[in-house]
């Protein structure tokens, strides 16, 4: 088995770790669970870090277990949270969970003969217990003074622009622990880990196993990801950057990671690929010496797209970036579809036209004028004699016409003058 706790040390993904932890795994096949809150029917990628932290977990040979909180997911996590958060009911939980199911399956192994993980789901034992049960088989080996010393309450009931802390969300941690325990028993689990706010939840988790049966379990936390330049990671100005294709397309997923400072892809590349460290290390040399060719980025970009999204997502992600700096036909803009299409040329002003004037032939020097791209029938044809107008990337003439044929997705065509300067005829 490989040494998991040096493979987190070396990708920098150590935060905390209880006594005894490293020595339990040396001893044995052992089995961890990492959980995950089903708030949205996907998960977006400050997710992948414990999702990574699993698959490195089934590599060196122990057995990971992915808990989705079915039943944590109505009460609310309040761990670096300022604000409770609204509710969700049965039926939305429901399809978040199968979403966030579906995802995990992408990266983890479910069916290895040998240390295949499995996916669990705590509404299933929670939903069975009633409140009396529970305040007496599990409330009563945790203290209140015990709870109340926990960061994630302290700074929710002593903070200064809260509201302090419901009762739900004060109870969040017992439930969490009440997970561990529960996997304790059934599954011989020994292990949870987790970012490095969830330290609190987890060592409550322990202190019942140790209280209620007599146990030893144990505790790994992982830094929480930050940027060098303090924004937040996996946010853009649009929002969450999410591992389903519907919220946010190949594209703009293979952008985010594309456009990571230098400083930050020397270290995501060694959080979010599982590449080994002397490829890494040999990869963040060349980098450094050609540090515009953006190496390090196009390497983690590559590796987690495809794991994300698939080799044909990458592909035409690829083909997607070459439009804007590249060499590319009208060809492979018609082979965009409409969301990726949009994604390229957010931002790009655009005019809408009928269907019926692109049916009957619309005529290059109105299209580029009377659209507003450019100021005058004469201005249109001054660049048209400098060869600097293009129609969805190729070059045309005075005698041009737009027609049906030149429709992208069915309803856009692509302007341009010179290399920068684009427009888009939205047909309505």
């Given amino acids: 088995m490989k040494n998991f706790v040096e493979e987190l040390k070396w990708r920098g993904l150590l935060h905390d770790i209880m006594p005894g932890t490293e020595e339990q795994l040396a001893k044995e096949k052992t089995s961890a669970y990492i959980g995950f809150d089903p708030t949205a029917d996907s998960l ?26 079915g039943a944590t997911g109505m009460v609310g996590d ?14 939305t939980l429901a399809k978040n969970i199968a979403g966030v199911q579906e995802q ?38 945790i203290t209140v003074n015990y709870m109340m010393a926990k960061d994630s309450v302290k700074k929710r009931i002593s903070g200064e622009n809260t509201d302090g802390m419901s009762f739900t969300e004060f109870t969040y941690q017992l439930f969490q622990g009440y997970d561990f325990y529960h996997l304790y028993k059934e599954k011989n689990c020994k292990l949870q880990m987790g970012g490095s706010d969830q330290w609190g939840n987890i ?15 144990y505790a790994i936390t992982v830094p929480l990801v930050t940027k060098a330049d303090g924004t937040k990671f996996g946010k853009t100005e649009g929002g969450n950057v999410w591992l389903d294709a519907k919220r946010t397309s190949p594209y703009k997923f293979y952008q985010y990671w594309l456009n990571s400072s230098d400083e930050d892809a020397e270290n995501f590349i060694k959080i979010f690929t599982f590449l080994d460290k002397e490829t890494i290390e040999k990869l963040t040399a060349e980098h450094k010496e050609a540090p515009h060719m ?19 997502a990458y592909d035409n992600a690829i083909k997607a970036s070459n439009i804007l700096f590249g060499k590319s036909t009208s060809d492979d803009l018609k082979g965009l ?29 109105p299209a580029f004028a009377e659209t507003g791209f450019l100021k005058s029938n004469g201005e249109v044809r001054r660049a048209l004699k400098e060869n600097s107008i293009s129609v969805n990337k190729t070059k045309v003439k005075e005698d041009f016409v737009i027609t ?25």
Wanted: proline letters at 2%; charged letters at 30%; a negative charge.
């Fill in 337 to 365: 579809d409409e969301q990726t299409f949009l994604d390229v040329f957010e931002g790009v002003p655009q005019a809408s036209v009928s269907r019926n004037q692109i049916e009957n032939g619309f005529e290059i020097v």
């Fill in 294 to 312: 953006r190496l390090l980025q196009k390497t983690i970009g590559k590796e987690v797209t495809i794991m994300t999204h698939g080799q044909e």
């Fill in 104 to 141: 995990l399956e992408r990266y983890i192994d479910f069916e290895s003969d040998e240390n295949s993980a499995e996916l669990v789901n705590n509404y299933d034992w929670m939903k069975d217990i009633s409140l009396i049960d529970f305040v007496r088989d599990t409330g009563k080996h």
């Fill in 203 to 217: 060592t409550t988790g322990t202190e019942l196993i140790r209280r209620k049966a007599q146990g030893k379990a």
């Fill in 44 to 69: 977006h990628i400050g997710s992948l870090v414990q999702i990574f932290i699993l698959k490195h977990f089934q590599l060196a040979g122990h057995k990971p277990i992915a808990l989705v909180g």
């Fill in 78 to 91: 309040p761990s670096g949270k300022s604000a409770e958060r609204n509710l969700l009911d049965e039926e």
């Fill in 404 to 428: 049906t044929n030149d429709l992208i997705a069915n309803k856009y065509v692509l302007l341009q003058r010179g290399k920068k300067s684009y427009f888009l005829l939205k047909v309505e």
